[in-house]
Structures are given as C-alpha cells and as structure tokens.
C-alpha cells in the first residue's frame, strides 16, 4: 500500500506549504481521503478530508487555512497550508477513512515545522 506524504519543511509563522500524497489507484479511486497530523506528545489527529466526489471537511483548527483537493487523474491528494501557526508543527500523514478510522497502515509522513 503506497501513501507517500511529501511537501513539508520550515516554515516561518504566517507562511506557506503544499503538501502531497500518492496513492494507489485502486485506494484512491473509491475512498474518502485524509490528512492526520501528529504533533510531539499529542495524539494523531484528522484535519482535513475529501470525498471521491470532492465534498471536504475540517477540523475547526485549521479551517479557512487549509485547502484540501485531490487529482483523479494523479491519484492523488493535497493540503494547501496557509497562514501557517507554530502549533501546526507536527508530522502529516494521509490516508484513506472511513468515517475518522484510517483504513491501511500508516506510510511515510512529512514534518512541518512552523517557527521563526
């Protein structure tokens, strides 16, 4: 199972980041995907998802700052990260859900640190 996450890197408060994760198109093609993201001593959580027909939801954290989007053809998903927060710092997985359960194990992440 391929869920690579890419994109992340340093940040300064106030800034920008894509992110991006490939998966598999049998994965993709008929799954509601997500972003989670796990910050030092914190629990994983969902932050964002999106829909095989494109509905999206957030986590009131980073809502009207993150944009999630997915490209079909690419089988793959994005976070568009703006006016980023030092307590956005955390490393960023995705994966395909079902409801907040992820459904593959967990593959690469990619760190986000948010700091000036």
């Known amino acids: 199972v391929q869920l690579q996450a890419s994109g992340g890197g340093l940040v300064q408060p106030g800034g920008s980041l894509r992110l991006s994760c490939a998966t598999s198109?049998?994965?993709?093609?008929?799954?509601?995907m997500g972003w989670f993201r796990q910050a030092p001593g914190k629990q994983r959580e969902l932050v964002a998802s999106?829909?095989?027909?494109?509905?999206?939801d957030y986590a009131d954290s980073v809502n009207g700052r993150f944009t999630i989007s997915r490209d079909n053809a690419k089988s793959t998903v994005y976070l568009q990260m703006d006016n980023l927060k030092p307590e956005d710092t955390a490393v960023y997985y995705c994966?395909?859900?079902?409801?907040?359960?992820?459904?593959?194990?967990w593959g690469q992440g990619t760190l986000v640190t948010v700091s000036s």
């Open positions: 994966n395909a859900i079902t409801g907040l359960i992820p459904l593959y194990p």
């Open positions: 198109r049998s994965i993709f093609s008929v799954n509601r």
């Open positions: 999106i829909t095989s027909g494109g509905r999206t």
